[in-house]
């Protein structure tokens, strides 16, 4: 009698593509749910504070994702390495780069708050923002980064057991979380119940409380043998060869997410010219943005799971039907969603001010950025591909082309040489996402990803 074997020991190269893919990537999209939906819910209530806090907040959102980005490179890099080891059956190898990553993310954050508390005001110096907006973006700023190598060994432990193929106990940790994350919030932010009013500054600690208590939790579900990785304490050791091969893989996609939040911070330095309003405008339109895309990065990460570990046990052919497949599930979602983000994007932007001006501007922006959001479809799913395989060198050039010969130089010709102002710079943006489009396809259909060694 053959015994049952548990969701999270499965083996993920075996049986229908697309069984695997949705019950791999289901969990995946409610924890990016509830992370987005949690940064919503900040921004309505940072929205109580006016339109300078929600420029500030998103300012400082900038400039935290040009950090997120590095930290993005060696997470691509550890995301690899282990799904290879597990599609080729090396348990004990997957769990030693865990743990060895682990240390990794931890130092590396380290490196990156101080990194961020030195350049912060300097980045935002070049802005010419108003004073309030800049206040309020550095002290959001400071807050987030004194948590940052909590955040970095968190996130390097949820994404080590989802390419494991261990999907569910991530998303129920991101769970509670976000539960003590939106129910902090209101009180820190608004100083309710006792609680003191830090306002923007309450947006972030609540932020970071929350990834503290999630890190203590996932530390100890992943080093008490919970989960299908088994680290040990004794495997938190810096290994040169291991270091190597994440930095490897994980150079490129740094290059890559790096540039991309370099670009909006320009797109942001472009649209600063045309006041407080467009800018906050943009920051909430990058927030709905992030809520209309989650079902795609969450099936972009299940598809990459699938794609390394197929890789890994030498089966090509199911990598490259797991991509395809995922990318045609998504399209089908996109499209309504498109469709209804377009239609109702006065009651959108209604859920985040009721400002007239701001309202106006925002559904425009909304209205313009919905093709966009349909085309980033192919983007979402396949540079996660590419990036579970440990080709990184071709996201990092169709990034490239995307930001410098495609969107900044349409953003700085549309709004001067065009009567479309403003507007100008969204459109850029769409003309960006389908050049990235039309790359991606061409290049992932030659194959040659698919002979990466890691």
Known sequence: MSQKVSRSERDWTQGPIVGNLLQLSWPMVVMEALFVISQLIDMIW??????????????ANIVVMMI?????????????????????????????????????????GLLMMLLGLVIARPIMELMDLEAAVMSD???????????????????I?????????????????EGIMRIIHVSLCPLLVLGIWGFPRLEVGGAALSNVISQIIGFIIVSFVLFSGRTRLRPKISDLRFQWRTIVRVFRIGIPALVMHLQRSIGNFLLTFLIAPFGTVPVAAHSLTSRVEMFVLMPGMAMGSGAGVLVGQN????????SEKSAWMAILIL??????????????????????????????????????????????????????????????????????????????PLAWFLPGWTNLGVLGIRWAIVAANAAGSILYVIY??????????V
């Not at 992932?444 to 060694?453: I, N, P, S, T």
Request: positive net charge; charged residues 15%; contains cysteine.
């Open 46 to 59: 940072v929205g109580k504070l006016g339109s300078t806090a929600i420029a500030g907040v998103g300012i």
């Open 68 to 108: 997120m980005a590095m930290d993005l490179g060696v997470i691509t890099g550890v995301r690899a390495i282990i799904a290879r080891h597990v599609g080729a059956g090396d348990m004990p190898g997957a769990s030693r780069i865990a743990a060895q990553s682990i240390l990794i993310g931890f130092t590396w």
């Open 137 to 155: 973006a550095l002290r959001y700023m400071h807050i987030v980064l004194y948590g940052w190598p909590v955040v970095d060994g968190l996130l």
């Open 157 to 173: 432990c949820l994404y080590s057991m989802q390419s494991s193929g261990d999907t569910i106990r991530p998303m129920i940790i």
């Open 311 to 318: 890789l890994g046990a030498h089966r090509p052919e199911r």
């Open 331 to 408: 399209q089908l979602f996109l499209v309504l969603a498109c469709g209804a983000v377009a239609f109702w994007a006065e009651t959108v932007m209604k859920l985040f001010t009721d400002e007239p001006e701001l309202l106006q501007v925002g559904a425009t922006f909304i209205r313009i950025a919905s093709p966009g959001f349909f085309l980033m479809g192919f983007t979402a799913i396949l540079q996660n591909c590419l990036a579970s395989a440990g080709d990184t060198v071709p996201n990092m050039i169709i990034s490239l082309i995307m930001l410098w010969i495609v969107q900044l």
């Open 444 to 453: 992932f259909r030659r194959g040659r990803w698919k002979l990466k060694k």
